[in-house]
């Protein structure tokens, strides 16, 4: 999917992340703040990257602002930024795209 | 027939798929049920983020046998068919469809989760639906609704809209929601499936929440909708049988069985005139006591 413009998704609740997806250049560049990032950074940037390769997104710039989430949140919001970035609401590719 | 469309349902809470702090553990206070929430908790620009949540959530999170229902938007908005859709891909127990009104509302429901089963992989059946009953038109239709499909396990009350219908409001004494609490309890017995009452929003009258738990429980309900994890405790006491409620129980099941088999149909039990009829009714206190735990015999 081809990211052409700035979408943001989740928020800064606990348990929750904040997501915001923007063009890139050429490639995946993903920036990380995270209370844990010491412990679980590694873990955090796979999730979010694999779920990126899932969606077959290959040049975007992704910043994740972590609030204690787990891998399930963070692809829920990583999705949820992707599909509003491309504007797709419907017929979503529930176990396909969109897996564990 | 599903396995499940029978099972303990005396508790289900309902939790907002907006909030991941929210579904993230709620088996740790061991409610029955879980309602995820995508309708009226999620705000409307949330609708599509709280979709994902759900997904993830119900293929991800093991929520230790505690029974996940989905209330999905209603059938006036163009969300219902997607989130039905995230629901059963996701694998969820049962999908409760808001503001029913007709046997045709259930119906609708019933075909898309058919087609969606089939498009996901998913055992034809394995997705239960329960109709939620937000009007007086509703009530009305309250045995249709009932019979209207083999996937329908029960109705609930929702009792905002519904008083909201009736042009009054919820006064806390339950007067404005006796009619209607009688109809669909009759008319879900009458259809063989189950009756959940609304919720009750007042967190600060424990004391008012367990008089109207005694109600419905007195009424015939199978159990409350909730909002909080410490009205959990009260519904399930006042639904666990008593000592002598299971003694008693005992009792009758085994002499029922016992003079069933001399030819004998009415006798006594502790003074009590007994005879077939009271046979169910015994064995679902057994089986209440069990799912309660608080049963020690060999029935």
Redesign the interface.
């Known amino acids: 999917m081809v990211i052409e413009k700035t979408s943001v998704?989740?928020t800064l609740?606990?348990?929750?992340c904040m997501v915001t997806l923007e063009p890139g250049n050429g490639s995946v560049e993903l920036e990380l703040e995270s209370p844990v990032i010491h412990q679980f950074g590694h873990q955090i940037r796979k999730v979010v990257l694999d779920t990126l390769e899932h969606l077959d997104v290959k040049d975007a710039k992704i910043r994740i602002v972590d609030k204690g989430?787990?891998?399930?949140?963070i692809?829920?919001?990583v999705?949820?930024a992707v599909?509003?970035n491309v504007g797709k609401?419907?017929?979503?590719p529930?176990?396909g795209a969109?897996?564990? | 027939m599903n396995p499940n469309m029978k099972r303990l349902r005396r508790t289900m809470m309902f939790l907002n798929c907006q909030?991941?702090?929210l579904i993230?553990d709620p088996y740790i206070y061991k409610p029955d049920s879980i309602m995820l929430d995508l309708e009226d908790a999620v705000a409307e620009k949330e609708k599509?983020?709280a979709?994902?949540?759900l997904?993830?959530?119900l293929?991800?999170?093991d929520y230790r046998g505690v029974e996940r229902v989905v209330r999905i938007n209603g059938l006036d908005t163009d969300m219902w068919?997607?989130d039905v859709?995230?629901s059963v891909?996701?694998g969820a127990d049962a999908i409760r469809i808001p503001k029913t009104e007709t046997a045709q509302d259930v119906k609708r429901v019933e075909a898309v989760v058919e087609a969606v089963e089939a498009e996901?992989g998913v055992v034809p059946g394995r997705t239960l639906i329960m109709a939620a009953i937000e009007s007086a038109k509703g009530v009305m239709h309250a045995m249709e609704i009932c019979e209207a499909s083999p996937r329908l396990f029960g109705i609930a009350l929702s009792g905002g809209d519904y008083t909201k219908d009736l042009q009054t409001n919820i006064s806390g004494t339950g007067v404005e929601l006796m009619g209607a609490r009688q109809l669909m309890i009759i008319a879900a017995r009458a259809a063989g499936v189950q009756c959940f009452d609304t919720v009750y929003t007042n967190l600060n009258d424990m004391e008012g929440f367990r008089k109207d738990v005694e109600t419905i429980h007195q009424m015939g309900f199978d159990g409350k909708s909730i909002i909080n994890p410490r009205q959990i405790a009260v519904v399930h006491e006042i639904y666990t049988p008593t000592p002598k409620d299971i003694i008693f129980a005992e009792k009758v099941v085994r002499e029922i069985d016992d003079k069933k088999a001399k030819g004998i149909g009415v006798f006594t039990v502790d003074g009590k005139m007994i005879d077939i009829a009271f046979y169910d009714g015994a064995k679902r206190t057994i089986e209440l006591a069990k799912a309660s735990g608080v049963y020690k015999g060999e029935l």
């Open positions: 998704a989740g609740e606990s348990s929750d989430a787990l891998d399930c949140t692809k829920a919001r999705e949820c599909f509003r609401v419907r017929g979503l529930w176990g969109i897996r564990k | 909030k991941p702090g993230k599509d983020a979709r994902y949540s997904y993830h959530a293929q991800e999170i068919q997607e859709r995230a891909a996701g996901f």
